[in-house]
């Protein structure tokens, strides 16, 4: 069981690293209308940090702000933060503060991410790139719920169940896991890890920074924080960019379910690309034939596992490669191993990918996503959703709707989830691939007829998860270079060729 649940994790390493002043939810403004003072001290980072960014520097700070923002004379916790300065005063226009996704990755290393996956000058010109461990991840005030890799738990993306017997054992590990959680939360952190209190902090930092306004990106799980902070704060978000959208303020039930869609949609990309190379793996000469592929191996892994890698991890791990091409052929390996029976190549490729449990970053995930949202307490309800899926979206639908730890969180939600407002200004440029495996093109349609006219939809005829830097549509990337740089957003919605 223990190879079984660390071969899992292996698969699945880029889906766990990867998919609110008063408790009022209305557009706010800066802390207490005082003039912005730069108030940190910048420093050399931690070492996990200089590593990570290596060979670029960055320097690092902390930001004090309020545990609980309801009493904001109470408890504080740190917030730490990274920086890479501009280099060119006359072309500085502020600070871009990033966000790409989780929630509950860690974040001090982006700035250099970023300039590594080769982000335009104009862009290190323009602005201060700002990354941060939000609260409660790796150097600002981190949470456990004590992770441990002989648990029977793998992911935070509940496993694929193959009949509603694995609904109603999914649901005793949710309880155990959320019960587990709860007993581990020693200070009583875990409640106050929501996007809204987060959206806060970042404007506290943009104060703390000695910043009129602050620009934003954000990806993936970014894009919800995004929204909650160009909608709390309107009047002191400047350009916000938002990639590959989950289509709301927080990943809550049916956000989790669009992964089945996203997979759909996403998936005939991986086909097409496998059935082009038959001769080199085997696996089916046309798309239809990669697809039943793909559901004889699942069927044949739910009745026997091969070197621990079940059904359910096989799908999750498919679902993770469908995240960008890079990431095709070795899948398609594995999936050649798998056919042909070949044990001893799919121990070494699992033992390649294998990993430790990431606690804190799981435990930050589940503390945000449950404190966000109403989630159902009813197993019923995700028995009924499983078997609706399962039929609807069969490549992964029956894991997206099955039950998570949030049905049994401890902590009903503080406040409701920020609702988006499109009062304000026309500063929101939404970036969406039209196929993406964990937030489909729809999320990004959610978020523009939200925004209205504070928006502007940017589409891509293109597959995966991340456009901006991540991806390599220079339509994309040039329209929002535009606009990061010279403020020059899309008169209306736009789309972008293959």
Same mark, same amino acid.
Request: glycine share 8%.
């Given at each position: @069981?223990?190879?079984?649940?660390?071969?899992?994790?292996?698969?699945?390493?880029?889906?766990?690293?990867?998919?609110?002043?008063?408790?009022?939810?209305?557009?706010?403004?800066?802390?207490?209308?005082?003039?912005?003072?730069?108030?940190?001290?910048?420093?050399?980072?931690?070492?996990?940090?200089?590593?990570?960014?290596?060979?670029?520097?960055?320097?690092?700070?902390?930001?004090?702000?309020?545990?609980?923002?309801?009493?904001?004379?109470?408890?504080?916790?740190?917030?730490?933060?990274?920086?890479?300065?501009?280099?060119?005063?006359?072309?500085?226009?502020?600070?871009? @503060?990033?966000?790409?996704?989780?929630?509950?990755?860690?974040?001090?290393?982006?700035?250099?991410?970023?300039?590594?996956?080769?982000?335009?000058?104009?862009?290190?010109?323009?602005?201060?790139?700002?990354? @941060?461990?939000?609260?409660?991840?790796?150097?600002? *005030?981190?949470?456990?719920?004590?992770?441990?890799?002989?648990?029977?738990?793998?992911?935070?993306?509940?496993?694929? *169940?193959?009949?509603?017997?694995?609904? $109603?054992?999914?649901?005793?590990?949710?309880?155990?896991?959320?019960?587990?959680?709860?007993?581990?939360?020693?200070?009583?952190?875990?409640?106050?890890?929501?996007?809204?209190?987060?959206?806060?902090?970042?404007?506290?930092?943009?104060?703390?920074?000695?910043?009129?306004?602050?620009?934003?990106?954000?990806?993936?799980?970014?894009?919800?924080?995004?929204?909650?902070?160009?909608?709390?704060?309107?009047?002191?978000?400047?350009?916000?960019?938002?990639?590959?959208?989950?289509?709301?303020?927080?990943?809550?039930?049916?956000?989790?379910?669009?992964?089945?869609?996203?997979?759909?949609?996403?998936?005939?990309?991986?086909?097409?690309?496998?059935?082009?190379?038959?001769?080199?793996?085997?696996?089916?000469?046309?798309? *239809?034939?990669?697809?039943?592929?793909?559901?004889?191996?699942?069927?044949?892994?739910?009745?026997?596992?091969?070197?621990? $890698?079940?059904?359910?991890?096989?799908?999750?791990?498919?679902?993770?490669?469908?995240?960008?091409?890079?990431?095709?052929?070795?899948?398609?390996?594995?999936?050649?191993?798998?056919?042909?029976?070949?044990?001893?190549?799919?121990?070494?490729?699992?033992?390649?990918?294998?990993?430790?449990?990431?606690?804190?970053?799981?435990?930050?995930?589940?503390?945000?996503?449950?404190?966000?949202?109403?989630?159902?307490?009813?197993?019923?309800?995700?028995?009924?959703?499983?078997?609706?899926?399962?039929?609807?979206?069969?490549?992964?639908?029956?894991?997206?709707?099955?039950?998570?730890?949030?049905?049994?969180?401890?902590?009903?939600?503080?406040?409701?989830?920020?609702?988006?407002?499109?009062?304000?200004?026309?500063?929101?440029?939404?970036?969406?691939?039209?196929?993406?495996?964990?937030?489909?093109?729809?999320? *990004?349609?959610?978020?523009?007829?939200?925004?209205?006219?504070?928006?502007?939809?940017?589409?891509?005829?293109?597959?995966?998860?991340?456009?901006?830097?991540?991806?390599?549509?220079?339509?994309?990337?040039?329209?929002?270079?535009?606009?990061?740089?010279?403020?020059?957003?899309?008169?209306?919605?736009?789309?972008?060729?293959?």
């Amino acid at each position: @069981m223990k190879r079984q649940r660390s071969a899992g994790r292996g698969l699945a390493v880029l889906a766990v690293l990867g998919l609110f002043g008063t408790l009022a939810t209305a557009p706010a403004t800066a802390d207490e209308g005082s003039a912005p003072t730069a108030q940190v001290e910048w420093g050399e980072c931690p070492e996990d940090t200089v590593a990570a960014a290596a060979p670029t520097v960055l320097q690092c700070a902390t930001v004090p702000v309020p545990l609980d923002y309801a009493d904001p004379d109470g408890n504080r916790i740190d917030i730490m933060i990274s920086k890479l300065a501009s280099q060119n005063p006359d072309k500085r226009r502020g600070v871009l @503060m990033l966000n790409l996704g989780g929630p509950g990755s860690p974040g001090l290393s982006l700035p250099a991410d970023l300039v590594s996956r080769g982000i335009p000058a104009s862009v290190l010109d323009s602005y201060d790139l700002i990354g @941060m461990d939000t609260r409660g991840v790796g150097h600002s *005030a981190p949470v456990s719920c004590r992770f441990t890799a002989d648990q029977d738990y793998g992911a935070n993306i509940p496993p694929y *169940a193959v009949d509603d017997a694995a609904v $109603l054992e999914q649901a005793r590990i949710a309880e155990s896991v959320a019960e587990q959680c709860a007993r581990n939360d020693d200070d009583g952190r875990l409640r106050h890890l929501t996007t809204a209190n987060t959206a806060r902090d970042l404007d506290r930092i943009r104060a703390a920074l000695g910043e009129e306004k602050a620009s934003f990106f954000g990806l993936s799980y970014g894009s919800a924080l995004g929204a909650a902070y160009a909608s709390m704060f309107p009047d002191t978000s400047d350009r916000v960019v938002l990639d590959s959208n989950i289509g709301d303020t927080a990943l809550g039930q049916e956000g989790m379910r669009r992964f089945a869609l996203g997979m759909e949609e996403t998936f005939p990309d991986f086909a097409k690309w496998v059935a082009e190379r038959h001769g080199s793996y085997g696996l089916g000469r046309t798309p *239809a034939q990669v697809r039943d592929t793909y559901f004889e191996l699942a069927g044949r892994l739910d009745e026997q596992p091969v070197a621990g $890698l079940d059904g359910g991890m096989f799908r999750f791990g498919t679902l993770v490669s469908l995240y960008g091409e890079s990431s095709y052929a070795a899948m398609a390996q594995l999936w050649q191993s798998l056919d042909t029976y070949d044990v001893d190549a799919v121990k070494a490729q699992l033992d390649a990918d294998e990993l430790a449990p990431a606690d804190n970053n799981w435990s930050v995930f589940l503390a945000v996503t449950c404190n966000d949202s109403e989630w159902s307490e009813d197993v019923d309800t995700y028995r009924q959703a499983v078997a609706e899926d399962r039929e609807q979206f069969p490549l992964f639908g029956a894991a997206s709707a099955n039950i998570s730890p949030c049905a049994f969180w401890p902590h009903e939600p503080a406040e409701p989830r920020v609702e988006i407002t499109d009062e304000g200004p026309s500063n929101v440029l939404l970036v969406q691939n039209q196929r993406d495996p964990a937030t489909p093109h729809v999320g *990004a349609e959610m978020l523009r007829e939200e925004f209205g006219d504070r928006s502007r939809l940017l589409s891509v005829d293109g597959s995966g998860h991340g456009v901006y830097v991540f991806g390599d549509n220079p339509c994309a990337s040039n329209v929002t270079t535009r606009y990061l740089v010279d403020g020059e957003m899309p008169a209306r919605d736009k789309f972008c060729r293959a």
